[in-house]
């Protein structure tokens, strides 16, 4: 059973930055592909952001090119998202999710990913 747990959300004015992180149990994290989602209220779950099993290989919804950054550190089995520049239209809980050995790192739908988080909520102000 994998484990992951978000960390790092929350209140902050727009044009301000948050980092994420997801931290995962287990030691196969560096097996496999990871991303970052988010909900919006009344929305349906929507990709951020991906990153390949080394770190090498990354993935960006359109909306957040150029303002995040996905990367991780498999030797603390931890990934993390940069948050830059924030946006109230940015305003979601963000959940990391593993992605399925079956999928490269440009899936974006989440029946691509089998282990989720439990989310964090971020909060941008205008």
């Known amino acids: 059973q994998v484990q992951l747990v978000e960390s790092g959300g929350g209140l902050v004015q727009a044009g301000g930055s948050l980092r994420l992180s997801c931290v995962a149990s287990?030691?196969?994290?560096?097996?496999?592909?990871m991303g970052w989602f988010r909900q919006a209220p009344g929305k349906e779950r929507e990709f951020v952001a991906s990153?390949?099993?080394?770190?090498?290989?990354?993935y960006y919804q359109d909306s957040v090119e150029g303002r995040f950054t996905i990367s991780r550190d498999n030797a603390k089995n931890t990934m993390y998202l940069q948050m830059n520049s924030l946006k109230p239209e940015d305003t979601a809980v963000y959940y990391c999710?593993?992605?399925?050995?079956?999928?490269?790192?440009?899936?974006?739908?989440?029946?691509?990913?089998?282990?989720w988080g439990q989310g964090t909520q971020v909060t941008v102000s205008s």
């Open positions: 999710a593993r992605r399925l050995l079956a999928y490269a790192v440009g899936a974006y739908g989440p029946n691509a990913y089998d282990y």
């Open positions: 990153i390949g099993r080394s770190g090498g290989s990354t």
């Open positions: 287990g030691r196969t994290f560096s097996n496999y592909g």
